[in-house]
């Protein structure tokens, strides 16, 4: 949706945009996937996960052919002059989310005391991803000079959506027998109570927010226009 909203503001021919749209997705849905193997999480979407439904061999070979798939599309993206800087941009994109979640199964079964690394982690690890169908239908529509902002704009998005599922995650995370999780309320209340750790984390969540939405803001042809919905929603439940 994202790749598709920015694609139509910039004018980017249909049969281009979806190509980007498809990789994007299935490049996502391989993160997923993996991710859930490697969090040990049972459901996705309200449903069993590919490692619990089937195994963690299937699941594997799932993610990886998905990622495989993501890349075999965008090469096939019609525009060839663009063939190349968009597949280094989506490695670039995928490599900084590999980053991420190696970061953060690093600190799982610890505390981490550092909210600045919390930031890394949430950056890395989802902003990558979020920013790329913008970065992608900004390159398409040769507006490349916004990508850094629309960078920003993915990144700043992240963090806030991160904290609020924190922040709803809490309590079950705190049962969790497969291993402690990174959440936002355990970086900030080691130095202080439950309730003191939520109104920081509401109030950095709602600063995050309302920044993505000020850069967003400044994309070309109201490109950011379905982050910018999203996050208000995000802001509404606050």
């Keep these: 949706r994202m790749a598709l909203g920015a694609c139509q503001a910039l004018g980017v021919e249909l049969q281009h945009a979806l190509t980007l749209a498809a990789a994007t997705e299935l490049l996502h849905n391989a993160s997923l996937v993996h991710d859930d193997l490697q969090d040990q999480d049972a459901e996705r979407r309200g449903q069993q996960a590919v490692w619990m439904k089937y195994d963690a061999n299937t699941a594997i070979c799932t993610g990886d052919l998905l990622l495989s798939c993501s890349y075999g599309l965008l090469a096939q993206y019609r525009d060839h002059s663009l063939v190349g800087v968009l597949l280094r941009r989506m490695h670039a994109r995928t490599a900084q989310a590999v980053l991420g979640q190696n970061a953060d199964l690093s600190h799982q079964n610890q505390t981490l ?42 990144q700043a998005f992240s963090l806030g959506y991160q904290i609020i599922d924190d922040l709803d995650d809490y309590a079950s995370d705190q049962l969790r027998v497969s291993g402690q999780v990174l959440n936002v309320l355990q970086v900030l209340g080691q130095e202080t109570d439950i309730a003191s750790a939520q109104t920081h984390a509401v109030r950095l969540a709602r600063e995050q927010l309302e920044r993505s939405i000020a850069l967003a803001n400044d994309l070309p042809l109201d490109s950011g226009a379905l982050l910018i919905q999203i996050a208000q929603k995000l802001l509404a439940r606050l």
Excluded: M
């Design 113 to 154: 005391h550092d909210l600045s690394v919390y930031k890394q982690i949430v950056i890395a690890k989802s902003g990558a991803l979020l920013s790329l169908p913008l970065e992608l239908a900004l390159i398409a529509a040769h507006q490349d000079a916004f990508c850094a902002r629309a960078c920003e704009a993915a």
